[in-house]
């Protein structure tokens, strides 16, 4: 869930999301667009019924979607999200993931654990890293 602070969300993104597909390195599963009022009322808006300014190359994906998230998905996802903002949900699978792991279960392995590291830790460690230099 990618969330934009008063409803900002322009479409900017957009070819940094065609990029990854293009290059095969990701593929959309599903994706869903929503806005929430002031008064914390969450609205799915139809990729269709956006303008190409609002939502960019988005639109490209929109007949491929597999409809993963359910309505129950959106609005517990849309908890997080601050009233008066709007928020991209994005599914999406990395492709490079499923010969790895098909390797590693053909050695025998299995994943014990996994976890993300949050992206302001990661930036904090980055440019803490770059003080040093």
Do not use: C, Y
């Amino acid at each position: 869930v990618f969330e934009f602070p008063g409803n900002r969300f322009n479409g900017a993104i957009a070819p940094n999301i065609v990029d990854l597909v293009d290059r095969g390195l990701i593929r959309i599963l599903d994706l869903v667009f929503v806005k929430k009022d002031e008064g914390g009322s969450l609205t799915i808006v139809e990729l269709s019924d956006m303008d190409q300014d609002e939502i960019g190359h988005i639109a490209v994906f929109e007949g491929e979607l597999t409809d993963l998230l359910s309505q129950e998905d959106v609005e517990a996802a849309g908890e997080v999200i601050e009233p008066g903002s709007s928020a991209l949900f994005l599914v999406w699978e990395n492709t490079w993931a499923a010969p790895l792991a098909t390797a590693i279960l053909q050695s025998g392995g299995q994943l014990a654990t996994s976890g993300r590291i949050p992206v302001p830790d990661v930036l904090a460690a980055l440019e803490a890293v770059a003080a040093l230099d």
